[in-house]
């Protein structure tokens, strides 16, 4: 708004009749006829000059008359000024404004209501045009930028140098430092922004938060400070869940086919899978110890066979996430790390120096390591069909056809395969060897029924040939060893077996074949009576099988 201050009256009186005058040429007659020299005053004018004066005067006026404003002119001007009086009341005088934002030093008053105003020329998306920097926040000492502009954001920052950082940097005392030192030490240790000339292997500009002890110097012994992301409200000390179910605008919750637990009436409700399910807080009003209760907010949802939570909460700063100086990165839950207090383990820990993971443990010893129990597969639902949870826990959908189906996979690299499946119709885990056949039932192991029967199949065992004596091992368990041509040979056996191997030894050829313990062992038989020592099969054909009792002690079970 323009700002104007009124003439004087008597001069804006005189211009507003310069539209009015008359052009008649003046008439001046000497009184008395007295000679135009006749002096007039004492300052040298006479009648003449007085004459010339005013027809000079005349000839002025005739002019402005005729280029001058017209009151009507004048007033259409003048109508978008503000009077003095006017401008008093909406504007700062120059003294005024000069005592409260001195163009060097001095302070600007932040109150609420004062402070700093800025105008947007070109405001839009429904914007005010008008950004307010005070100290108009509830929270004592922050200053406060305040706008009114939907849609939009409220703060850019911009650096337009190609090789500059558009960042804001966080920046204050090292209490550590300052304590070794004994002086206050103040620098960086944090910075959010975006960098669109740093590197990044083969790429270039990159949005970063970092978290720094910088003090310009690059110390090699300054650590980063450790960071924190903190929740702070209200959360769960304790809970107990059930699987619920809820109606939209509905102030009913269901359980879903179980019962509530007693003595949770007055405590907080929340579904946390199920994001805004629940406005907080709801609590529970009443119908603790049954199966459906009533709580103080309606749900703003149906959902059905959902995790509903409740219990006691409490106010906290919680420290959810802790980056530490030159370790690790630690998720807590809420109970157990608050306020700066660590009251037990992470459940979750990434040790940036070794590159492990662990669950339940910060000192991972290997690439992943879990203190608790593990549950893997593609059945989200299913996951609480287990009856008792052991370490690994595993789970295949028999029948799918697709991967969901493969339990596990060993892989011998660049030999075999080893592939656990599940199988239906009826119910069975089957071990297959892709490396025969082709993969299907030509490569079936063994399979383990899962339909009561208790009944497991193997589907054939190792079969290797001997052409030279040789003494038996542990890899020979599980296996038939044939004995071929007519040259007699002897299988020896001696300790060290563990107990339960079996192994089968059969003559194909014409030549003899003998099973002999060898010194410290011991070959129990039965022919036509009990009897310890060698062994010989009866003749071609036949086949005996040796079953190992202890280390020392094996039997005959049975010869042909």
């Excluded at 005088?93 to 008053?109: E, F, V």
């Excluded at 608050?338 to 339940?360: E, K, L, M």
């Excluded at 025969?436 to 065992?461: M, P």
């Amino acid at each position: 708004m323009k700002r104007f201050t009124l003439m004087a009256p008597s001069l804006l009186a005189g211009l507003i009749l310069l539209g009015t005058a008359a052009h008649a040429q003046p008439q001046f007659a000497p009184p008395r006829g007295l000679p135009a020299s006749t002096p007039v005053g004492t300052a040298g004018a006479t009648l003449q000059t007085m004459q010339s004066g005013i027809e000079r005067n005349a000839r002025d006026i005739e002019t402005l008359g005729k280029s001058g404003v017209t009151q009507a002119a004048l007033a259409e001007a003048l109508g978008g000024y503000l009077s003095a009086s006017q401008a008093d009341g909406l504007y700062a005088t120059q003294a005024a404004l000069t005592g409260y934002l001195p163009r060097s030093g001095g302070t600007i008053d932040g109150t609420k209501g004062k402070g700093l105003s800025l105008t947007n020329p070109n405001p839009k998306m429904g914007s005010d045009g008008l950004a307010h920097l005070d100290f108009a926040s509830p929270m004592a000492n922050e200053l406060t930028l305040t706008a009114n502009a939907p849609g939009s954001n409220v703060l850019a920052v911009d650096n337009t140098a190609a090789n500059g950082f558009t960042a804001i940097t966080f920046r204050g005392n090292d209490a550590n430092l300052s304590a070794l030192s004994g002086k206050d030490v103040n620098f960086e240790h944090a910075a959010v922004g975006y960098g669109g000339s740093l590197a990044y292997q083969m790429g270039k500009g990159y949005a970063f938060t970092e978290i720094s002890r910088y003090d310009g110097t690059a110390n090699p012994f300054l650590a980063p400070v450790a960071w924190m992301m903190q929740h702070t409200g209200a959360e769960f000390t304790s809970f107990q869940e059930r699987f619920i179910d809820t109606a939209a605008g509905s102030v009913t919750v269901t359980c879903h086919g179980c019962t509530f637990p007693a003595g949770i009436d007055g405590q907080v409700i929340d579904a946390p899978t199920e994001y805004g399910l629940f406005a907080q807080p709801t609590t529970i009003k009443s119908g603790a110890g049954t199966a459906t209760l009533t709580v103080s907010s309606p749900a703003k949802g149906g959902r059905a066979n959902v995790i509903g939570r409740f219990g006691p909460t409490a106010y906290h700063q919680y420290d959810s996430k802790v980056w530490t100086e030159m370790g690790n990165e630690d998720w807590y839950t809420y109970p157990s790390a608050y306020d700066g207090g660590f009251r037990t383990w992470p459940f979750f820990s990434a040790d940036f120096n070794y590159g492990r993971v662990g669950i339940w443990t910060n000192h991972p010893e290997a690439e992943l390591d879990v203190v608790g129990n593990a549950i893997i597969g593609a059945d989200r639902n299913g996951r609480v069909s287990f009856g008792n949870l052991g370490i690994l826990n595993t789970i295949c959908q028999p029948g799918t056809g697709n991967r969901n189906q493969v339990d596990r996979s060993t892989f011998l690299d660049g030999i075999n395969t080893l592939q656990a499946i599940c199988v239906n119709n009826p119910g069975r885990y089957r071990w297959v060897d892709l490396n025969l056949g082709n993969g299907g039932a030509d490569g079936t192991i063994s399979e383990q029924y899962l339909d009561g029967s208790r009944a497991t199949r193997f589907v054939a065992h190792p079969v290797m040939s001997l052409a030279a004596t040789r003494q038996l091992g542990l890899t020979d368990c599980g296996t038939t060893l044939t004995v071929s041509g007519s040259n007699a040979l002897s299988v020896t056996i001696g300790t060290g077996l563990a107990a339960g191997c079996r192994i089968t030894v059969t003559q194909l050829g014409t030549g003899g074949v003998t099973i002999t313990p060898l010194s410290g062992e011991t070959l129990g038989s039965w022919t036509t009576q009990a009897q310890t020592g060698p062994y010989a099969l009866p003749g071609q054909y036949a086949s005996v099988v040796i079953e190992a009792k202890t280390g020392t002690l094996a039997t005959v079970e049975r010869g042909q």
